[in-house]
């Protein structure tokens, strides 16, 4: 115990008093970076980058839009079959949508959180959201696409502009109570656009993001 607490005594004055802090952040973070690395060497773009440890972060190739876009399947690292993966779309804010892959499983877990979370904002299952992000609606309508099961009303991101806005507002009027469930992006995108043209903005139980 007290090599523990020496230790823990050590990093946390190195912290307070700003010594060896790229020393302390390189021990803290090693095994989380080595686990992180290890799984990257599997897919193709990063395999042949050559990076191996901290010191070979400075050459990472860094992700765009257009190098996720276009290379998408070399990011796979192979280790998820393809039925257990889905293809999820970016909030589109900026005019076009970006395709990545998510690992199905992933997303479970990952709803399970966030109904957590929302929890705290006084979200409980079975409480409608309008969904506001990065849906490619079928048929690529602007939607509202109904999901009774989920309890979403969806929207797409990617037609909201000045002259759709009022079908928008529309729909949201028709769920009035609901919560908004948007990306950030994507809700004050949505809320400059009402501002810009003196629309009311709609009346939501909370927002979800």
């Given at each position: 115990?007290?090599?523990?607490?020496?230790?823990?005594?050590?990093?946390?004055?190195?912290?307070?008093?700003?010594?060896?802090?790229?020393?302390?952040?390189?021990?803290?973070?090693?095994?989380?970076?080595?686990?992180?690395?290890?799984?990257?060497?599997?897919?193709?773009?990063?395999?042949?980058?050559?990076?191996?440890?901290?010191?070979?972060?400075?050459?990472?190739p860094i992700l765009d839009r257009?190098?996720?876009?276009?290379?998408?399947?070399?990011?796979?690292?192979?280790?998820?079959?393809?039925?257990?993966?889905?293809?999820?779309?970016?909030?589109?804010?900026?005019?076009?949508?970006?395709?990545?892959?998510?690992?199905?499983?992933?997303?479970?877990?990952?709803?399970?959180?966030?109904?957590?979370?929302?929890?705290?904002?006084?979200?409980?299952?079975?409480?409608?959201?309008?969904?506001?992000?990065?849906?490619?609606?079928?048929?690529?309508?602007?939607?509202?696409?109904?999901?009774?099961?989920?309890?979403?009303?969806?929207?797409?991101?990617?037609?909201?502009?000045?002259?759709?806005?009022?079908?928008?507002?529309?729909?949201?009027?028709?769920?009035?109570?609901?919560?908004?469930?948007?990306?950030?992006?994507?809700?004050?995108?949505?809320?400059?656009?009402?501002?810009?043209?003196?629309?009311?903005?709609?009346?939501?139980?909370?927002?979800?993001?």
């Amino acid at each position: 115990m007290g090599r523990a607490y020496r230790s823990r005594r050590t990093v946390r004055i190195d912290l307070l008093t700003g010594c060896h802090q790229r020393q302390v952040a390189a021990r803290s973070w090693a095994p989380y970076l080595a686990t992180v690395l290890s799984e990257a060497a599997r897919a193709p773009w990063y395999r042949d980058a050559g990076v191996t440890g901290w010191s070979d972060l400075s050459s990472l190739p860094i992700l765009d839009r257009t190098t996720v876009a276009e290379h998408s399947d070399e990011l796979l690292t192979g280790t998820v079959p393809s039925p257990l993966r889905r293809k999820l779309s970016t909030g589109g804010s900026t005019g076009a949508p970006v395709l990545v892959w998510l690992d199905r499983a992933i997303s479970l877990s990952e709803w399970r959180f966030m109904l957590r979370q929302w929890s705290t904002l006084g979200y409980r299952r079975g409480d409608w959201r309008v969904v506001l992000r990065g849906r490619l609606l079928s048929g690529g309508s602007i939607g509202p696409q109904v999901d009774r099961f989920r309890r979403e009303v969806r929207l797409s991101t990617f037609h909201l502009s000045a002259e759709t806005v009022e079908r928008y507002l529309q729909v949201m009027d028709d769920y009035e109570g609901a919560f908004l469930h948007a990306y950030p992006s994507s809700a004050i995108r949505f809320a400059e656009i009402c501002e810009q043209h003196d629309l009311p903005l709609p009346r939501f139980t909370g927002v979800l993001l």
